[in-house]
């Protein structure tokens, strides 16, 4: 049978391959357009775990947040390098992810993997990706956030996402403390929520730290009272300074709206990965040999 060119962008729009693989395909498989498919799909599963051994520190953070304003969803999605984080198909990929993890609640990342999207899952997706653009791809985690309160969001430059519970307030103060946090990556919401162990650690540095300077014990025992009093205004929300007025805590702030902070999320892209240095040069390099 004879591979017309309307064949060759059906194949393309079914399976994201290149003109040329779909050519390929269809010759190899006597223009039969499923076994090509599958063909094709089966390539691109080759390809994806021949790349899945390959860093993937870069990418996009997503948001999906539902009608009502009551539930939200921050997905990290991988890939290898910055310059794919920026194309077009990966957005769309990251974005059609969040979604799926806001509509269909899956326990984990591999519940929501098997989550279909135009007929097929979300994995099945990222391994055509992967062949299309040539890099590794993953979802690395998600996090869910409901209230019955006020919920806000905020993604800054698509590499770092936030969601605050608020009870009380508006959601011009919700969104401010998810900018907040965002900015200035407070660990927990109040001392209250600072486990005995991580203050038991900190005294013990503060303590080694103080004796050092040779001052009496009575002395340093308020020197490593107020330290570890500043140490741990440093890591919670309720004890930073907000990001839009320095002179007030949010601790303040909060009181000055009658509000609470029940609890926040925050995802940024590649924390925790060993990154791997590129130029972008070499990125490029990279997208043009497909390597």
């Known amino acids: 049978m004879a591979v017309t060119a309307a064949m060759v962008k059906e194949l393309r729009e079914r399976t994201g391959a290149g003109m040329m693989e779909c050519k390929k395909a269809l010759v190899e498989t006597g223009g039969d357009m499923e076994i090509a498919v599958e063909h094709l799909r089966k390539s691109g599963l080759a390809q994806a775990d021949k790349k899945a051994s390959r860093v993937a520190a870069e990418g996009k953070i997503a948001l999906s947040v539902s009608e009502d304003g009551k539930q939200a969803v921050l997905v990290e999605v991988n890939c290898e390098t910055d310059f794919v984080a920026k194309d077009g198909n990966f957005q769309a990929f990251t974005n059609t992810v969040a979604a799926n993890a806001l509509s269909e609640d899956p326990a984990d990342v591999e519940a929501l993997m098997n989550t279909s999207i135009d007929g097929e899952t979300i994995e099945h997706a990222r391994q055509s990706l992967v062949s299309k653009i040539g890099e590794n791809i993953q979802v690395r985690r998600f996090v869910r956030a409901s209230t019955d309160g006020t919920l806000g969001a905020y993604v800054h ?133 497909g390597g």
Do not use: C, Y
């Not at 508006?170 to 200035?184: F, P």
């Not at 303590?207 to 107020?226: D, H, T, W």
């Not at 892209?269 to 490029?284: M, S």
């Open 157 to 289: 430059g698509g590499k770092i996402g936030v969601l605050v519970d608020l009870t009380g307030g508006d959601e011009t103060l919700a969104r401010d403390l998810a900018m907040h946090v965002a900015a200035l990556n407070p660990e927990f919401v109040s001392d209250q929520d600072v486990p005995e162990d991580v203050i038991a650690r900190e005294k013990d540095i503060l303590v080694a730290q103080a004796e050092s300077s040779g001052k009496p014990a009575e002395i340093i025992e308020k020197m490593v009272v107020g330290r570890l009093r500043k140490h741990l205004a440093g890591i919670t929300l309720l004890g930073q300074p907000f990001v839009k007025d320095g002179d007030l805590t949010v601790a303040k702030l909060l009181d000055q709206n009658s509000a609470r902070v029940n609890g926040f999320n925050r995802l940024a892209v590649g924390e925790g990965i060993e990154k791997k240095q590129e130029n972008f040069a070499d990125e490029v390099m990279q997208q043009v040999t």
